[in-house]
Each structure stands twice: as structure tokens, then as C-alpha cells.
């Protein structure tokens, strides 16, 4: 599965640890989750689904700026997903001073 | 074979249909208006879903609590349209009269509520239920646009418009 594929590139990146959907404990360091949200699209054919797409999304917390995470994340999701993704969001929150990014992608479910 | 066609009014028509020009920003955001009215009301209904667990102090990772919930009912909808060059442009989700709540007597802004629960925190687990009700509303928000205009485009070219 694709999504495998793009875990897979999200938790090989160094010095941010990613984990599906959230984290018990918040890490140390600079972290981030990513999840699948809802279906996006689907083609039927023959009574079926043929194509579908998941909309999903990864959050990234840093620090501080962290431009090489940040280089990073994207560079998976240009790998995994091609162009369809982008970064929906950047907020700063107050009581924990972290950077949160949220980057929104669509995968194709297979 | 030779066939002719005659037609006749051609000026009337002619007329109506320099109308249809001089009335296209009118109808797109007539048609913007109805697709978005669809989005909004998605939007609303949205906000019943939202999971919700008491608060209980500060933790690792919490869920909305019900005040949080609470300060969006009937705080959604569409704000102002704003035109720039050729496009047309609303915002639709909490709208500016949300303004500010209080909940455990801080002052919050009702927007960053509803971001806070749509994008999640690093303390509070994303619930994406706007960017999902935008997402499935999409299909009939824009078959509504389409009606609309479709349907000031008659009243025009009959006249009554």
C-alpha cells in the first residue's frame, strides 16, 4: 500500500520521530504523526470501486524553524504522493512553543 | 439538398443576450452564494460530530471538551464575498461574529477553537471535520451553483430576469 510507503519515508527522516495518528506521550524533540482522514474520490465501475483516493495528513512539530525537517517531510510527500499534497497550515502554539505544520495529501488506495 | 432557416427577433434576442454579460458578475455570486450556503450547512452539521471528553487538566493528548464543542454550535457560515479582478472569493466556516468565548475563564477565540480541533494540536488529536464536510459537500455544492445559474440564465433570456 502507498500509505505503507509514505510512513515508511516519514519515520526514516532524521532527527524528527513521526508515529500514525497520535502520540500517548508527547516526545522530547521535534515529532510529528501522520493519518488517514476519509475517502477523497472514488471511480465505480461494474459494480464496484475501481479508483479511490484517501485524503490524509502529517503534522509536524518543531522547536524552531527546523527548515531541514521541514525540507524533508516534503520531500517524502513529493516522492510518495507526486504534487498532490500541500501544506494546509503553519501555527505557532502558544503553551507548548511549538511550530505546527500541517501538510494535507491525497494517496491513491491500493 | 438546400434548406433554409429563417429566424426572427434576432434584435430582441441580441438584447438579451448583452444582458447575460452585463448580469455575469451578479450571477456568479448568486451561484457562489448557493454552493457555499450547501458547504456551510455541511459545516454545521459538522460540528455534532465532534468527539468530546470532559476536561481533565493538562495532559499528554485530550479530546475537545464540550464547552470547546459548544462554542461552535451555530457559529458556522459564510462570511463576507470579496471581489478581486476576476474572481470571486468567500470564506465559509466559523464566521467573523463568532468573536471570542471563555472557557475555564480564559478568553478564546472561537476560530482557533475550530482549528485547533480541524488540524489537532500537540496535545489535543485532530478531528478533520470541516476539511471532510468541505470535501464531501463538494459535488452537490457545485451541482447547486450550476442550478442557480441555469436558472437565472432562463429568467434572463426569457425576460423576466
Redesign the interface.
Known sequence: MIYEELVAGLQAIEGVRFAEYEWKTRPAGDFGTVQLDFEAAVENGDDCKVHRAWEGSVDLFTHGQNDTAVEAVEDVLTEICGSSWELNSIQYERETRLIHREFVFQIEAR | MAMTMKTEGLAELSSRISRLADKAELVAKKSLFKGAGVVADAFGQAVSSIKTEPFQGKK??RLPSPEEKGALVGRTGIAVFKGTGSEINTLIGVTEAGGYTYIGGRKVAVREIA?SIN?????M??Q?VF??AA??AKTSATQEMIREADEIFEEIINGSG
Open positions: 499528554d493528548m482549528r488540524s489537532g494540536t500537540s496535545f488529536q485532530k478533520p476539511r471532510r470535501s464531501k
